[in-house]
């Protein structure tokens, strides 16, 4: 079953906006990722934040986490074209070994 | 840093038809394997994961089965595909002591028909 379950699951705007998905899961965990996939190809890793961080930045991304409420967010600023792709949340369960357990991803579509 | 190589990118292949998907790592050793599969607009489902050689544990129930006959080296396998075998496979590697972000191949695409 899936642990995280991402919102919105579409998402449409223009280049030079922001760009914010959410991600909740049911279960206490070690860490949570996000990963971004381009249609048709392989998941490429963005960024990891741990169980007692609150938020973390990467270049243009920013992520939130909050245990509290079991939910995540990624923010991607000044959005570009090629932004466009799906991205998912994936968890680390506590006591889950390595293991990642997948939400159902947002779409991103970003227009010129 | 590591390079997940998957072959073929893509198959069709008939109902009742054996299956091998190969997939190898390169640029680390003794990684954890992992292969998902991923449906059509969806997230992925873990099937296998191998933490060593020969060393496999299945998630799900289903019709395939996973082999790691060498340290780099991880096989997702049918005897009969069905058509619910349908859809994107993905293996990914953890390098030993990693810190869980997993790398990804380019993925197969396969359809049965």
């Known amino acids: 079953s899936q642990q995280g379950e991402e919102d919105p699951q579409a998402l449409s705007i223009q280049e030079g906006e922001n760009a914010t998905m959410n991600c909740s899961y049911k279960t206490s965990i070690n860490n949570l990722q996000w990963y971004r996939q381009n249609s048709g190809r392989g998941l490429v890793h963005l960024i990891l934040?741990?169980?007692?961080?609150r938020e973390k930045h990467s270049g243009r991304l920013r992520v939130t986490l909050d245990t509290s409420k079991k939910s995540s967010s990624l923010l991607i600023t000044a959005s570009r074209a090629a932004d466009t792709a799906s991205y998912f949340c994936a968890t680390v369960l506590t006591g889950g070994g390595n293991k990642l357990t997948f939400g159902t991803g947002t779409q991103l579509k970003v227009e010129l | 840093s590591q390079t997940i190589h998957q072959w073929p990118a893509t198959l069709v292949q008939p109902v009742g038809s054996p299956l091998s998907l190969e997939c190898t790592v390169e640029g680390t050793s003794n990684p954890n394997l992992y292969w998902y599969r991923q449906a059509a607009g969806r997230g992925l489902q873990l099937l296998f994961y191998?933490?060593?050689?020969?060393?496999i544990s299945s998630e799900v129930p289903q019709n395939l089965s996973a082999s790691r006959p060498q340290d780099r080296q991880f096989i997702l396998s049918s005897k009969k595909l069905l058509l619910s075998d349908s859809g994107f496979y993905l293996c990914?590697?953890?390098?030993?002591?990693?810190?869980?972000?997993?790398?990804f191949g380019p993925g197969t695409r396969l359809t049965v028909l």
């Open positions: 934040i741990r169980s007692n961080e």
């Open positions: 990914a590697s953890l390098p030993r002591g990693g810190d869980h972000e997993q790398f």
């Open positions: 191998s933490v060593g050689i020969g060393q």
